[in-house]
């Protein structure tokens, strides 16, 4: 390994905000207040000094976050910045008069404040390391177990043997689909064309989900050394990592990740000195769902509209530029270093038989706890709402939960009990999807949120293909009828086959669950959509239906 | 905002963007980018620049005018005409929708007088819907340029706009 000076473990993390309005409210004189704090009680070596920009709309800025207490005070004036050190740092008291309100917690913020102790079954693989260390910090990363990884695989393991351990490790692809990560690697392997590619497929657009994001901005040093893994796995030598462009945060992380992994010979030529060269192109998107799905993410790469490919052939055989590609996603990719370092038995722990391992989940909605959590596959959504989410807000009723993003089923609160792993879910018949959890109470109107489903996919779809683009633009009109008080009963037959149509033959993965929301509705809730037909009422008061004239 | 851009500007633009990201099929949408941020769109005269910089003649790839518009009209961070001073993006995906922001939304319609997609008469404002920013746990949510709010209400918009020159 390239000569680096680790000096002795960082002791404290200091953030202090320095969005608009933080830097409005002196947020610059703050930190500068902290720089010469902590060097006149001689704590440089053990206090990380840094920014954070991501903490959402607030009264009580400038912030200033302590981990790894993950205390947040705000809001903080030069003046505190004494008090601070000398209690928090010096004698590691949290000065609870100066604490922030976390009412209203960003999701940065939100997922880290629940790090110490009071979310108990959280387990954390990959994001182990997201908000406990410098993300810019290839130092901090390699004092975390950085790396470890990658040089076990280049001095210990043969290409087939790091296939073979992943393979048998379970892991299965977090982007949705679930496929088999180390079956998709070694078809790779197999398919002949030389070069090979892998790309990270980190253009995570899905609503409602950003565990990618905060894998990126929190580790991004975990996605490089995971890459470079699977590049030494299936012999390529290129890679990309194409970014949705709505991610500044993480594009800069994640460049400065690449810079500082090839200036320390662990990315470009010779890595570890060996004979095995790697390298990583950033490509940043420029909007568009459809991105997502790794063929059209493939075109786009390319230089072109981001429209999917027919399939077969699929990646592993014909991708990029024709040529054999691994697509993955970045919090499978994140899961590769921990399964190398530790080995599969390790891994096997975690989670269910069939499903093994963590998944990461986005709350959202209305529970009063926001944000991000690593839990292991096979909880149930009663668990993570009433433990992660604290419960429903204002002690509303469940009615709802849409699991995956828009693309996800619909799962009503009777079937709260199922286990989500990738098996219990499918017999269900439901999908876990991205992760996203989007929790609905009472006062949610199903019509209102199909509408705002097809919506989406009506603005997304591609075009390219005829049941898709027709299929999202009419269905999205039925329901806008419904919604009005104006639709027919025979409106549903319509939505239920322009459905089946879309799923059947829609070219991607876009049309074929764009009616699947709008399917699990008319299953779960039909009574109440026919309400909005039959009797001119929107149950939960939420749509514009026509009032019916007295008679 | 002029419509007028000098070809000089975009010459050297182009030419910045390309030092940057190579000359290569895989360089026309991060080239675009650059072409977007400076000038806030993409000006048509820039299309004809970056097709004669651009060329792979191994790969046998002939870039057409025609081909990089269609790229550029396909992304929606891209624009094809100018847009206001300022401009607005609003995230109208199920999880915000959930939180309230189909009154945000609204709200913001009636404060600007404008539709989504249009700009207003002084070109101060443009108000564009966007697919999720990926910040979910705040939402509703919007981006007034590069600046993000969390939590808006609709009580909140009039203020969030006033801070805007």
Request: glycine share 10%; aromatic share 8%; charged share 20%.
């Amino acid at each position: 390994m390239a000569e680096t000076n680790f000096r002795k473990a960082i002791r404290w993390m200091v953030l202090v905000s320095n969005d608009q309005a933080s830097l409005e409210h002196g947020a610059e004189d703050v930190f500068r207040k902290f720089q010469e704090e902590i060097e006149a009680c001689g704590l440089s070596e053990e206090v990380s000094l840094t920014t954070i920009s991501d903490v959402g709309s607030r009264e009580d800025l400038p912030l200033v976050i302590v981990y790894p207490d993950a205390a947040v005070y705000g809001p903080v004036i030069p003046e505190d910045v004494h008090l601070l050190v000398e209690e928090h740092l010096v004698k590691g008291k949290i000065v609870s008069r100066l604490l922030a309100m976390m009412h209203e917690p960003s999701p940065d913020v939100a997922w880290l404040h629940s790090r110490q102790g009071s979310l108990p079954a959280q387990k954390r693989i990959v994001l182990e390391r997201a908000g406990m260390i410098d993300p810019e910090s290839l130092e901090d990363y390699v004092l975390n177990d950085g790396y470890l990884a990658l040089g076990k695989a280049l001095t210990q393991m043969k290409p087939a043997e790091v296939i073979a351990e992943v393979d048998k490790s379970g892991l299965q692809g977090r982007g949705g689909a679930g496929f088999p990560t180390g079956r998709k690697w070694s078809f790779v392997v197999s398919a002949p064309g030389d070069p090979k590619y892998i790309i990270c497929n980190a253009d995570e657009s899905e609503p409602g989900t950003f565990k990618d994001r905060l894998i990126l901005e929190g580790d991004p040093f975990s996605i490089i050394e995971a890459m470079t893994i699977a590049g030494y796995a299936v012999g390529a030598r290129e890679s990309y990592i194409y970014i949705r462009g709505e991610y500044p945060l993480a594009y800069q992380r994640l460049e400065n990740a690449i810079q500082q992994a090839e200036a320390h010979g662990l990315l470009g030529d010779h890595i570890f000195g060996r004979n095995f060269n790697f390298h990583i192109h950033l490509h940043a998107g420029a909007g568009a769902y459809i991105c997502g799905e790794e063929t059209a993410l493939i075109e786009s790469i390319e230089g072109k509209r981001g429209m999917p490919r027919a399939r077969p052939p699929y990646p592993p055989t014909f991708g990029l530029f024709g040529k054999p590609t691994v697509v993955n996603n970045v919090e499978t990719l994140a899961n590769v270093p921990p399964i190398i370092r530790n080995g599969a038995d390790w891994y096997h722990q975690f989670g269910s038989p069939k499903s093994v391992g963590t998944k990461v989940y986005t709350i959202l909605g209305n529970v009063n706890f926001t944000g991000l959590i690593e839990v292991p596959m096979g909880i149930t959504l009663r668990e993570i709402i009433d433990i992660y989410g604290k419960g429903m807000k204002n002690g509303a009723k469940l009615k709802l939960v849409q699991t995956g993003g828009s693309s996800g089923s619909i799962v009503p609160a009777s079937m709260q009990d199922t286990p989500m792993d990738f098996e219990s879910f499918r017999r269900a018949g439901a999908s876990l999807g991205s992760g996203a959890l989007l929790v609905c109470d009472e006062h949610t109107c199903v019509v209102d949120l199909a509408k705002v489903l097809m919506q989406f996919f009506r603005f997304e779809s591609c075009g390219k293909c005829t049941p898709c683009r027709i299929g999202t633009q009419r269905s999205y009109e039925i329901i806008c009828r419904i919604s009005e008080g104006k639709g027919l009963l025979s409106d549903l037959d319509m939505l239920q086959r322009l459905g089946e149509y879309m799923t059947e033959v829609s070219n991607c993965g876009l049309g074929q669950t764009a009616s699947t929301a709008t399917r699990d509705i008319l299953k779960h809730f039909r009574e109440e959509v026919e309400a909005h037909i039959v009797a001119h009422i929107c149950p939960a008061g939420v749509c514009p239906v026509a009032e019916l004239s007295p008679a | 905002m002029s419509a007028e851009v000098d070809q000089l500007d975009i010459a050297s633009v182009v030419d910045k963007a390309i030092g940057e990201h190579g000359a290569t099929r895989d360089a026309v949408v991060p080239i675009l980018s650059e072409v977007n941020r400076a000038f806030g769109y993409i000006p048509a005269q820039a299309l004809p620049e970056i097709r004669r910089r651009i060329h792979e003649p191994e790969e046998g790839v002939f870039l057409a005018d025609s081909h990089l518009f269609s790229v550029a009209s396909f992304y929606q961070m891209f624009s094809l005409r100018p847009l206001g001073r300022h401009v607005i993006r609003f995230c109208e995906d199920a999880p915000c929708h959930v939180m309230g922001g189909r009154l945000v939304i609204q709200t913001l319609q009636d404060e600007l007088g404008i539709k989504p997609g249009e700009t207003t008469a002084d070109e101060k404002w443009s108000l564009i819907m966007t697919s999720c920013l990926g910040i979910c746990g705040v939402g509703p949510v919007f981006i007034v340029d590069d600046d993000v709010y969390g939590n808006v209400t609709p009580e909140n918009v009039h203020d969030i706009l006033a801070r805007y020159q």
